[in-house]
């Protein structure tokens, strides 16, 4: 087998060179987890209706909707093409041990007619609904479930999610993002840079780079692309005049239906068609934001992050995932990878 080429360093890169990984929440990217229940072989096909809904009735496995009660045994190891789940091992009454376990102490005869029921035995279920098709994949190893697919998420798991002209814009603006972090280089800043996107018109409203060593210690690249989309809807807070590559655009304004020039006071920024913060845009960042970055994009509320290489304290998929965590408000999609050599050749020192 021939060595593989050396990766060439240097702006030449093209959008073949990199992919790009969504990065999902904790439940989306773990395996599945399993439980052990008992099931059962249905020796006679007839009883099949009856013991389900008798079944549903004595063990109606609350929390284990996903579970498909019936599995059919295509194999010729299996006399009986079907099986049925009767209870958890948790659930079962006066269960010393799982092996010696018998119908009538799962289905005591009094209560429960188990005719056309065979001998019970241990399964290992899914515990919970997969929630990707990898997850659905493996469960389905263990025991049939029902899956609700999210085809995004699909997508975005085999790299299908972005066309190769969305592929070729975003590496048009990470590459802005990386002459951004040079820029700030040359002027003794760590070279880290950013850009934010309003996707709905393709406008580059603003470009940063890390500032941190120049106007205040926590003008971190994400923080100064923020600042100047503020400066954009005619706030911001910091004057960034010192460094030219720190830029921003006031956004093209999409006239909102029915409104007029002559504007109520005290209507709403998004009342007259003007972006709350970062509603709906996309930020490209050459490396993985850190903790303070990433709340702060998700009280901008931020659509997208797209950023290029990861960082050991990153706080969008590295130590943390703050876009999916469930007590905040506010929740976004993170991608990583995006000209992500590149984006490896900028690291000044280890991070
Ligand atoms: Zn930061």
């Known amino acids: 087998m021939e060595p593989l080429p050396k990766r060439r360093k240097g702006m030449d890169e093209g959008v073949d060179s990199w992919e790009v990984h969504p ?13 052990e229940a008992f099931a059962a072989p249905i020796i006679n096909k007839k009883e099949t209706s009856r013991l389900l809904k008798d079944l549903a009735t004595t063990y109606p496995l609350p929390g284990l909707q996903h579970i498909k009660r019936v599995r059919a045994r295509k194999s010729d190891k299996h006399p009986h093409p079907l099986e049925v789940v009767i209870c958890l091992v948790d659930g079962a ?22 005719s056309g029921l065979g001998e019970p035995f241990t399964v290992k279920i899914p515990a919970h609904p997969s929630l ?6 493996q469960a389905s190893v263990h025991w049939p479930t029902t899956f609700h697919e999210d085809k995004q998420v699909t997508a975005a798991l085999r790299g299908q999610l972005f066309t190769a002209a ?44 890390d ?28 004057d960034f005049d010192p460094f030219p590559a720190c830029q921003f655009t006031v956004p093209d304004r999409q006239p909102v239906e029915g409104s007029s020039d002559s504007v109520a006071p005290g209507s709403t920024q998004e009342q007259r068609g003007e972006p709350y913060l970062c509603t709906g845009y996309d930020l490209y960042v050459t490396r993985e934001p850190c903790i303070m970055c990433a709340m702060s994009l998700l009280h901008s509320r931020i659509g997208r992050v797209f950023y290029g290489t990861t960082t050991r304290d990153g706080a969008l998929g590295t130590r943390y995932k703050i876009h999916t965590q469930k007590e905040l408000n506010h929740h976004f999609e993170v991608y990583r990878g995006v000209t992500q050599h590149l984006c490896e050749d900028l690291a000044e020192e280890p991070h």
């Not at 002027?187 to 018109?201: K, R």
């Open 23 to 35: 990065i999902l929440s904790d439940e989306q990217s773990h395996d599945i987890k399993l439980v």
């Open 211 to 238: 500032c941190a060593r120049g106007t205040h210690p926590l003008l971190h690249a994400v923080m100064v692309c923020i600042d100047l989309v503020a400066h954009g809807q005619g706030g911001g807070a910091y």
């Open 132 to 137: 990707t098709r990898p997850q659905f994949e």
């Open 166 to 209: 969305q592929k070729a814009k975003m590496h048009k603006y990470m590459m802005t993002a990386i002459r951004a972090a040079k820029a700030g280089q040359e002027q003794g800043m760590v070279p880290v840079g950013a850009v934010m996107v309003d996707p709905a018109s393709d406008q580059i409203l603003a470009t940063a780079h």
């Open 93 to 114: 009454p006066e269960v010393k041990d799982s092996k010696e376990v018998s119908l009538t102490t799962l289905l005591p005869s009094e209560s429960f007619n188990s």
